[in-house]
């Protein structure tokens, strides 16, 4: 049987994909082993999916100074013996990386072992860890067609994102049963800002529930420990659900739903179309960010499969507005996106995965 290392870690965002391509990888027949950082999100998700975990030690690069970026290049140094330990080890046939700090050192340690390796970038632009990780890996799958002409090497091939099918069976009588909603006819509204919240959006979706709640009943996953209770002024019954997150039976929430309000993610908006879900971007501003998200939304706004309002010009009036709006265009959206190319990224991974074991 053919083994396979997948790492990447940081953010659920760096595992999902893989754990979306997982039955396409059994069915090809390899042993699938993780490699990831001690502590990180990745470690849970690829436990709870059954994979044999291989710990090692990883530091964070910083594009600022910090006294911090010196101690960590020592944990850079003992993440890349970590990783030539376990891929000595384990002898895999292939690696793919999804990015992030942790995969750095494999990726590497990789290429030291002679072992192909293909890494995946999620965003419009490569992040610090990708870039780093570019010139060891044999190809570099991208999600964006425009990114192609920002990666000046004939490494890059375009594939989407690899979508977890369940997401794409939900319920949506399951998820109104999860919701404590009653069918009364209003149309749906779901807001997430991730796995971890996104705080502006939350204010202004509460700001702006006396208003939304008079026609749209919503669906707030707004991220651990941001529940609020009491529930604002203006919420009625069977209007407001709010969760911190979900992941057993959020292809039902998505189901349910009518409309998306969202943070500009490339996993999550690449979710959205492959659901084919009018949805409202808020990428998460440049103060915040190396600006991805905005370049993210960009493009599927231009593609006509998003409307965007970006975070500085966001407030009750002009979300409800925008809300408004989508709702009124949703027919065009789902229009847009039917009409997309980029939606089986599942397929197109696996193909660049087995032109190389």
Same mark, same amino acid.
């Given at each position: ?135 060891? &890996?044999?190809? %570099?799958?991208? @999600?964006?067609? #425009?990114? $192609?002409?920002?990666?000046?090497? =004939?490494?890059? +091939? ?39 919240? &996104?705080?502006? %959006?939350?204010? @202004?979706?509460? #700001?702006? $529930?006396?208003?939304?709640?008079? =026609?749209?009943? +919503? ?56 659901? =084919? ?81």
């Amino acid at each position: 049987m053919k083994k396979i290392i997948l790492t990447g870690g940081g953010t659920a965002g760096h595992v999902t994909p893989h754990l979306a391509l997982l039955p396409a990888l059994r069915k090809a027949e390899f042993e699938i082993q993780y490699i990831g950082s001690h502590n990180g999100i990745e470690r849970g998700l690829a436990e709870k999916a059954g994979l044999t975990y291989h710990p090692i030690a990883s530091g964070k690069l910083r594009r600022y100074l910090d006294v911090k970026n010196i101690t960590d290049m020592f944990r850079v140094v003992k993440g890349l013996s970590d990783a030539l330990r376990v891929l000595r080890r384990v002898k895999p046939a292939l690696v793919f990386s999804k990015g992030g700090f942790v995969a750095v050192p494999v990726v590497m340690a990789a290429r030291l072992l002679r072992i192909p390796t293909i890494i995946h970038e999620s965003d419009f632009t490569s992040g610090l860890a990708n870039r780093l990780a570019a010139p060891f &890996a044999k190809k %570099i799958c991208v @999600a964006f067609p #425009e990114t $192609l002409k920002n990666i000046s090497t =004939k490494k890059a +091939i375009l594939t989407g994102i690899p979508i977890r099918e369940e997401l794409l069976k939900g319920s949506p009588t399951a998820g109104l049963k999860m919701c404590g909603f009653e069918n009364n006819g209003k149309p749906i509204l779901l807001v997430t800002g991730g796995s971890q919240g &996104a705080a502006a %959006i939350n204010n @202004a979706v509460r #700001e702006a $529930l006396p208003a939304l709640t008079k =026609k749209f009943r +919503i669906i707030h996953l707004c991220g651990k420990g941001n529940l609020l209770n009491p529930l604002p002024n203006g919420n009625a019954p069977n209007t407001y659900a709010q969760f911190e997150y979900i992941s057993d039976g959020l292809a039902n929430l998505y189901a349910a739903a009518d409309i998306v309000l969202s943070r500009a993610g490339a996993g999550t908006i690449f979710e959205l179309l492959a659901m =084919k879900k009018p949805h409202l971007l808020v990428p998460l501003s440049k103060n915040a960010s190396r600006g991805d998200q905005i370049l993210n939304a960009q493009s599927f706004q231009k593609q006509g499969y998003s409307a965007v309002l970006q975070e500085e010009d966001m407030n009750p009036a002009t979300l409800t507005a925008e809300i408004d709006a989508l709702y009124c265009r949703k027919n065009d959206y789902i229009k847009s996106m039917a009409q997309a190319q980029q939606t089986d990224g599942i397929a197109a991974v696996m193909d660049a995965l087995l032109l190389h074991v």
